[in-house]
């Protein structure tokens, strides 16, 4: 009897961590394991109509309740299950009379405490609902889901104080306590301020300074403050405390992808990432990180086995059918996407993903006519009005009441619309309507919600500068161990660099590597290893002339299957300019080209440009020109201490495309290849913003762009005078457009 006993409160104990976690499938298993073990038990039969109630299995939640009741189970607990099994099949006033009938059997007990308090909140009663709350919080002090309850009826009650002082009481008792601190960011979202949540979570790292969830939660409060570097530094710490947790690994694994730190997302995701059993939501974390590396065969290989475990999930049947075709495989990709099609729930975002896939190989008609069909059925379906608004810009007229839909959606939906607002601003661009459509990219910058630390990145610019007073001199790599060549397209992003790769890349000794995020993660990965304290750029001084060679080895490594047979890869993440003085180390034999535009058709296009919270500079006029000052000024002390940099205006480029990829060859030492000037007509897909430009013929029409908004960018041009005066002067071609 003794290990009856045991056996079921072991298992009891188990489930109910399964429950409180939210894993009802694995507490079902168990339950089912234990029934087959000891059959005559009601309570087991009841705890499954339990389980099988929030399974929404309700047909088996009846069975294993009349079998429950049939042996012996207890009769309070059993008019609760019922109570929840009427409440969820509708029968709210069966619901109620039960879930009061097993109070009053069973006073003393939270749970059907709780039971009785969603009833009633269903009835709108809301008295009972708080008073049943609170008496379950009485009887069960730390019963999260009674605190999370309670709150929520004091919030409907418009006791907001109230509310966050039941979960914070609740939080600094049982820190691990499941749910409340998440509601509390959801409140703090919707209230748009997150002080309270900080200094909670302050309190809680104080408090329960070896607690992971602690550390987590103060790690989420610095993420939606965007304090990137603070949130990365308190979910290390929350992985550390518990290795075996995959929610800090998920928040610090994005966080790291965010910072473009892929080396170390990869590393944090990878360690205990079961490949035969593998976690769903770390699976697609992982694959964006081996993407932003530029390892699209490990990225494929990752997408398909997550789709071989989760076949019905559509993140991952969509994602594997968009990573197919960013490969360049088109067929294979549209055979995945019309597989996705016969499924119901996937039809709408397999049909805007393949009128994607489609615009990419030039057949717009198509895809057009499939937005169309879409928005019939669906006229508020948000990614087919962003992508039909967007096709409208090239070309392919939407009907006015899709215009009308897109507009209205984007300045009511309480969801903040960026892309769709950005849409709309091309669109009306397209349409010769300037005021309209600079109102439009500012609402987009303005709901994107991104903030720009001015004084941090001039202080980390100063920095370089500093470490890098000349020429890197005896603390670099020879030629001879320098490894194979690469070619970096550096400068500020919408400069041209797409362009440049995108001609360079059909060299038939030259693959194209697009923007690549190696380089970055070196570059942090580094002090783990010296096992130093000293950041970035400082600890260059640390490094030896062998360290320096492994690090070069390190990049090479990781470009090699891109490279393939190819004599030369390109990597053209823009940002690499600050790193100008650190690839002259670690790769002598690296070329770096400079690409350069107007600086206000520079800015202007980062202005309209929707970057998902990358470039944080880019989301208003004074940060943008605030940061292209910097960014000027860096360039110049890179020149000015010898560094070979080649500049490749991007004027220059559009008014004599054969010279100018004739002079980089010359310089590469690469025999002209006249494929070079068919760039539009390439097989290679590009992931960045520019693909629709590389995609067509060369043109002008982006040359001077900026004088259409010449009235609102006049404190742009003010800013930026001396710059765009200088640059004027140096690229005759660009003289007029400026």
Not at 130 to 145: D, F, G, M
Not at 413 to 441: C, D, I, N, Y
């Amino acid at each position: 009897e003794f290990r009856r006993v045991l056996f079921r409160s072991a298992m009891a104990s188990t489930v109910n961590t399964l429950i409180q976690a939210g894993d009802f499938e694995q507490a079902m298993s168990l339950v089912e394991d234990a029934i087959r073990a000891q059959p005559e038990v009601g309570e087991i039969r009841r705890v499954a109509g339990s389980i099988a109630i929030s399974l929404e299995e309700y047909d088996t939640a009846k069975q294993h309740l009349r079998e429950a009741a049939a042996r012996g189970a207890d009769r309070a607990y059993l008019l609760g299950d019922k109570a929840c099994l009427n409440l969820a099949l509708g029968k709210l006033k069966l619901a109620k009379k039960q879930a009061a009938s097993a109070v009053r059997m069973k006073g003393d007990s939270a749970s059907l405490q709780v039971i009785r308090a969603r009833v009633a909140a269903e009835a709108g009663v809301l008295n009972v609902e708080k008073r049943s709350y609170e008496r379950a919080l009485q009887i069960h002090p730390n019963l999260s889901t009674a605190a999370l309850g309670l709150a929520r009826a004091y919030r409907k009650d418009n006791s907001d104080p109230r509310a966050l002082d039941v979960l914070k009481d609740v939080l600094l008792r049982t820190p691990d306590a499941p749910g409340l601190f998440w509601q509390i960011l959801q409140w703090c979202a919707e209230d748009d301020t997150f002080e309270w949540a900080l200094e909670l979570a302050d309190e809680l790292v104080s408090q329960y300074p070896e607690s992971s969830n602690a550390w987590l939660y103060l790690g989420y409060v610095h993420l939606r403050l965007d304090d990137l570097d603070g949130a990365i530094v308190d979910l290390q710490r929350s992985v550390q405390l518990d290795s075996s947790a995959m929610r800090p690994r998920l928040a610090l694994g994005n966080a790291l992808i965010q910072e473009r730190r892929m080396h170390e997302a990869v590393g944090v995701l990878s360690e205990g990432f079961d490949e035969e059993n593998p976690d769903l939501e770390a699976g697609l974390v992982l694959a964006q990180a081996f993407e932003g590396l530029g390892k699209q065969h490990s990225a494929h290989t990752l997408y398909a086995r997550l789709s071989a475990a989760q076949p019905d999930d559509p993140r991952v049947a969509l994602g594997l059918a968009r990573h197919t075709g960013d490969g360049g495989n088109f067929d294979a990709a549209l055979a995945k996407y019309d597989e996705l099609l016969k499924i119901p729930k996937h039809r709408s975002d397999a049909l805007v993903g393949k009128a994607a896939l489609l615009g990419k190989q030039g057949l717009t008609t198509d895809a057009v006519a499939i937005l169309d069909s879409i928005l019939a059925e669906e006229p508020t379906h948000i990614a087919a009005l962003a992508s039909r608004i967007h096709f409208a810009t090239r070309g392919h007229a939407a009907a006015d009441h899709v215009v009308e839909s897109a507009e209205s959606i984007a300045l009511t939906s309480v969801v903040k619309q960026p892309t769709l607002m950005f849409a709309l601003g091309a669109l009306r661009h397209r349409q010769s309507a300037p005021a309209a459509a600079f109102e439009w990219f500012r609402l987009a910058n303005e709901a994107s919600g991104i903030s720009f630390n001015a004084e941090k990145t001039a202080a980390y610019f100063d920095r370089l500068k500093q470490q890098y007073p000349g020429p890197a001199g005896s603390k670099t790599v020879s030629d001879e161990n320098g490894g194979e060549p690469v070619v970096f397209m550096v400068g500020m992003p919408r400069s041209g660099t797409s362009l440049t790769e995108q001609a360079l890349a059909m060299h038939p000794q030259v693959s194209g590597g697009g923007e690549l995020s190696i380089l970055p993660s070196i570059v942090r990965l580094i002090p783990p290893i010296l096992q130093s304290d000293v950041q970035y750029p400082e600890y260059t001084s640390e490094l030896t002339v062998e360290n320096l060679g492994e690090l070069g080895h390190e990049y090479l490594d990781n470009v090699a299957e891109i490279r393939g047979e190819s004599r030369f890869v390109t990597d053209k993440l823009p940002h690499n300019f600050m790193h100008v003085g650190f690839i002259s180390q670690i790769l002598p034999q690296a070329t770096v080209l400079h690409c350069r535009r107007n600086p206000m058709d520079n800015c202007l296009s980062l202005f309209q440009t929707f970057f998902a919270g990358q470039h944080t500079y880019a989301y208003a006029l004074d940060t943008i020109a605030a940061y292209y000052r910097m960014y000027d000024d860096l360039m110049k002390h890179w020149r000015a201490v010898g560094m070979n940099v080649i500049d490749v205006p991007y004027e220059r480029t559009v008014d004599d495309l054969e010279g100018t990829m004739r002079g980089l060859c010359e310089r590469l030492d690469l025999e002209w290849a006249p494929e070079i000037l068919s760039f539009h007509q390439s097989s290679r897909v590009v992931m960045t913003a520019s693909n629709a430009q590389v995609t067509k013929p060369l043109y002008a029409s982006s040359i001077g762009r900026w004088k259409v908004y010449e009235k609102q960018l006049a404190p742009l041009r003010e800013a930026l005078d001396d710059i765009c005066t200088a640059y004027a002067a140096e690229v005759p071609e660009a003289a007029a457009s400026i």
